[in-house]
């Protein structure tokens, strides 16, 4: 069984998504452990609740984001981890990271990339008044979402859409896409 860990800073509602995908046996993996930077972050609940393992991390704690690092691959190496799940975590990968998981680390991002990086993209799509929104998963490098690309899925923005329904959109093509892609790529097929 292929050993996943999940990362994330807030809600939790791709980590929850990836869970009852397991749960239905829509992805053979299991979640080994929860990390957050993030001591309050909603996510911590949901997975407690599923009694998984919950690492919190928080980086002011730490001299360098170095020192952060090495402690969470020291983690992920005593865990044999298979694919590192970034789902929500605001926190750019650094070296260390990098260096022993690169190539193993995957993130779900809420635009079509490279179009929107950073914080609030569906925010700024709207803003832009893009016609065609949707989500991107890819590898992660040392960039802002610009490693590879894996998988992609799109929309018509209607217009009569509002913010809500957008976000609600987005949301659900997460929740189907990342499961399924995490399953391709752990079978191989990607
Ligand atoms: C998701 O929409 C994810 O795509 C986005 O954060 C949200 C987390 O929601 N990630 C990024 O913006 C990464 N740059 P969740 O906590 O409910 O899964």
Do not use: W
């Not at 292929?2 to 046996?25: C, M, P």
């Amino acid at each position: 069984m292929k050993r996943l860990a999940v990362f994330a800073s807030g809600t939790g509602s791709n980590f929850e998504a990836i869970a009852q995908a397991i749960d239905e046996q829509r992805l053979n993996a299991v979640i080994e452990c929860l990390v957050v930077d993030n001591l309050t972050a909603l996510v911590i609940e949901k997975a407690k609740k599923r009694n998984i393992e919950v690492f919190a991390f928080d980086p002011k704690s730490y001299h360098s984001k170095n020192e952060y690092e090495k402690e969470i691959v020291s983690l992920l190496d005593r865990k044999k981890i298979d694919l590192v799940v970034l789902a929500g975590y605001m926190r750019l990968c650094g070296n260390v990271l990098l260096d022993s998981y690169e190539g193993k680390i995957v993130n779900i991002h809420p635009s079509l990339l490279p179009s929107f990086i950073g914080k609030d993209a569906i925010g700024q799509a709207i803003r832009y008044g893009v016609k065609v929104m949707g989500v991107t998963i890819h590898y992660v490098d040392s960039g802002m979402d610009s490693g590879k690309i894996i998988a992609q899925k799109s929309f018509d923005v209607k217009e009569t859409m509002t913010h809500e329904e957008i976000e609600k959109q987005i949301h659900a093509i997460e929740h189907e896409l990342y499961p399924e892609t995490i399953s391709k790529i752990l079978e191989g097929k990607l």
